[in-house]
């Protein structure tokens, strides 16, 4: 019997404190999300809209819910109303629609830019360049209803550990790098996503701040 909360704490005693765990709960039961909400875990992520808001109305409403996946821009609405994070925002075209449902219901929609940092072609993000022309944008800084706070990417799956480093510490360092160009005034932009059961140990050396682990903490996926 996989014991979540058990493997929570684990991994809570092991890093640093300023790194946050994002259990991802993705595929599965409601019941063991429940089980450690119940020993006062309350964060959690999933990778699919449907799955995440059908589990929003299921379970209780004091879970903090962030999205790690590929976000579709006609799905923005489902979230809208209480989703934590987004982190894997990937065009200009979703913060406008962000912004525009975020506004509808009242609050500010959270959000991580994702930045393809890895060799696999199949992986969203966007390069540097593109995250620059977008921060160099008025249209960028009239979204009233979105607040971008730093970086999200995943690396390469791959055995090679010095590859993944120096993936992660390009991410960390552009992270840096807009924090000081863009946001100087209040450092906002303060917020790197990566690190999965993987490979989070080398992605904290390297300076994130957010955690996403799916695997380690509720076993296996099929
Ligand atoms: C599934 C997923 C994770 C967690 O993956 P594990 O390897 O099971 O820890 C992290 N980030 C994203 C974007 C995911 O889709």
């Known amino acids: 019997m996989i014991n979540v909360s058990e493997n929570i704490s684990r991994i809570l ?4 404190s300023g790194v946050k765990l994002i259990p991802i709960s993705k ?20 990778n699919k809209v449907q799955d995440l808001s059908r589990k929003y109305e299921k379970l209780p409403k004091d879970i903090e819910w962030h999205m790690v996946g590929h976000m579709q821009t006609n799905k923005v609405k489902y979230l809208a109303s209480f989703v ?3 982190h894997g925002v990937d065009s200009f ?3 406008k629609i962000m912004n525009k449902e975020a506004l509808k219901a009242g609050r500010i ?18 390069s540097e360049d593109e995250v620059r022309s977008i921060l160099d944008s008025t249209e960028f800084w009239n979204l009233k209803n979105i607040r971008i706070s730093g970086l999200m990417g995943m690396a390469t799956n ?3 550990v010095r590859q ?3 993936e992660f510490g390009k991410l960390k360092r552009l992270q840096e790098d807009l924090n000081s160009s863009y946001f100087s005034s209040d450092n906002s932009f303060r917020e790197v996503s990566m690190g999965m059961s993987g490979d989070y140990k080398i992605a904290i050396e390297e300076g994130s701040t ?12 099929n």
Do not use: C, Y
């Open 109 to 126: 929609m959270n959000g991580l830019l994702q930045i393809h940092i890895a060799e696999e072609e199949t992986k969203f993000g966007f």
């Open 84 to 86: 934590h994070l987004i």
């Open 13 to 16: 005693e092991e890093i640093p």
């Open 27 to 46: 595929t599965k039961p409601d019941e063991m999300i429940l089980s450690a909400w119940g020993d006062g875990f309350k964060v959690f992520g999933e």
């Open 164 to 166: 993944v480093k120096a």
């Open 158 to 160: 791959t055995s090679d």
């Open 210 to 221: 957010m955690i996403r682990i799916g695997s380690l903490i509720f076993g296996s996926r």
């Open 93 to 95: 075209k979703l913060m």
